[in-house]
């Protein structure tokens, strides 16, 4: 076995660290080791990547072991105590570590696992024949390229098809394993699941595009197919006088980020036609693209409108990133971008308007690594709550009641704040009257989140949501927002 002894770095470059965790949680070296032989393969331990939820799918028979499947091997935290620990002393006013946020170096050298057990990672995939192996710049992800061969024999699974609501996928039929010797290394395996995926909130074709000459401010009459023809929408700098946002600073020294999934182009060309309607001064714009962009605009209306929201209620902002899972929503990529969003430590603020359907089950918090590790950086993720009420599971649409009670993810994660949503009553000038829950505002309790020490007065033991609330009813006080007409995202030319 080799020994490895994990240091703090010089104390040169230290400084922020050293106050963080030395006076704050005491100074401690972490002894860790790691196999240099071949893992046993005769011992098998079981990850977090339990037996698929299958309920209401109809089984297709199992697939080939030819067929491709592209993995994402999500890694446990290293020192995840003492993560806790100070993430907890970095809220708290009056600790030596209050405010006292790292760099993505930094986490990385502290809590993601070392260079040797990624690598021990890597060689057993390559050994089973995966190919493309790669670790994520803050090793917390190995992914590769393979079948279903490959992943039966890597991980002493089974994978079937299945079809449930009109959506084919696989999903394995049986607990997810690994080598006893990287069970201390291996979290979760993602990719063996493709039945459920992400879903956008909040938008659903229901906002009209606007022209330039449309006036401002005050209530603007917009054509609401909800039933409603005199609908009051808002145009999104409204909101800092509706929300009184008085003096505060606008956030022109922050730079916020979207996550999301399919093209960005409209979004971001949507985005500048907004400020140029609306007399505000151009954001610099980037789109940062995982796994390919396939021209899927499906999205379109709520990455453009989460965009224009930010700009408009934040009085501008220093830069505003499009982070783009490419042409696919599954798991894996969704956590590739999100992990690609702490590594690269750019943004401050994330806005993450999409979930997974409110079922929760084994799968949940697959993403919750990589936001503390962001926490830990001094980023902020924040979710929409989700648009099926409390009854979220089960639901059809967005827009309509489920089945039974649920919460869906990363709303539920405890490492992110999540949004709820209200219906505005405000004069013509913006002055705030009232407000009253919106009757799809989804909010609950988690069945598998625990409830993080910051909802300690809160009785229970799991989170609860949502933290927060915002105007969103799309039937009586939608925001009103530019967009480029598209048959792919159902925005209408007029």
């Known amino acids: 076995m080799n020994r490895l002894k994990l240091a703090l770095p010089p104390a040169s470059v230290r400084s922020r660290l050293a106050v963080a965790l030395m006076l704050a949680l005491g100074a401690q070296a972490v002894t860790y ?62 600790s030596p570590a209050y405010h006292q946020f790292l760099s993505s170096a930094q986490t990385t050298a502290t809590f993601a696992p070392t260079e040797q057990q990624a690598q021990a990672v890597v060689d057993y995939l390559r050994q089973q024949g995966y190919t493309n192996v790669r670790i994520a710049p803050n090793r917390m992800l190995v992914t590769a390229d393979g079948t279903v061969g490959n992943a039966r024999s890597a991980f002493r699974t089974q994978i079937g098809h299945f079809s449930r609501d009109g959506r084919a996928g696989i999903a394995n039929i049986l607990d997810v394993q690994v080598p006893t010797a990287l069970s201390d290394t291996v979290d979760r395996v993602l990719g063996l699941q493709t039945l459920d995926h992400a879903q956008t909130l909040s938008w659903h074709g229901r906002m009209q595009p606007v022209a330039t000459s449309n006036p401002r401010p005050g209530y603007h009459i917009v054509t609401s197919p909800d039933g409603n023809p005199n609908a009051h929408g808002y145009y999104p700098q409204e909101f800092a006088t509706v929300y009184d946002a008085g003096s505060a600073a606008a956030a022109t020294n922050t730079t916020a980020a979207i996550i999301g999934w399919g093209s960005m182009t409209n979004s971001v060309n949507d985005l500048a036609q907004m400020e140029s309607g609306q007399g505000l001064a151009a954001v610099p714009t980037q789109v940062v693209i995982l796994g390919g962009d396939n021209g899927d605009d499906s999205g379109q209306g709520e990455w453009g409108m989460d965009a224009q929201a930010i700009v408009g209620i934040s009085g501008g902002v220093q830069k505003l990133i499009f982070y783009t899972a490419g042409g696919a929503e599954d798991q894996g990529l969704m956590l590739q971008t999100i992990n690609r969003v702490v590594s690269d430590n750019a943004a401050r603020v ?27 950086q001094g980023q902020t993720f924040s979710a929409a709550s989700g648009d099926n009420g409390a009854y979220s599971c089960g639901a059809s649409s ?20 999540t949004v709820g949503g209200t219906t505005l009553n405000t004069s013509t000038a913006d002055g705030y009257i009232s407000e009253s829950s919106w009757a799809y505002s989804g909010g609950g309790i988690s069945a598998h989140e625990a409830k993080p020490t910051w909802q300690s007065a809160v009785s229970g033991s ?24 598209s048959s792919g995202s159902g925005i209408p030319s007029s």
Not at 401 to 415: D, F, N
Request: charged fraction near 15%.
């Open 462 to 485: 799991y989170r609860q949501l949502p933290d927060l609330a915002f105007d969103a009813d799309w039937t009586n006080t939608p925001i009103v927002a530019y967009f480029t007409a």
């Open 33 to 94: 080791e790691v196999s240099a032989q071949a893992p046993n393969t005769a011992a098998w331990a079981t990850t977090q990547t339990r037996v698929a939820a299958t309920g209401n799918a109809a089984f297709g028979g199992l697939a080939a072991d030819q067929e491709s499947v592209s993995i994402t091997v999500t890694l446990k935290l290293r020192s995840k105590d003492v993560l806790d620990s100070f993430i907890r002393e970095l809220h708290r006013p009056g």
């Open 350 to 376: 994330t806005n993450m308007s999409w979930g997974w359907p409110g079922c929760e089950d084994s799968s949940t918090g697959w993403a919750d690594s990589a936001f503390e590790l962001g926490i830990a």
């Open 398 to 417: 967005n827009g309509s009641y489920g089945t039974t009670l649920g919460v869906g993810y990363p709303a539920s994660s405890p490492y992110v704040v």
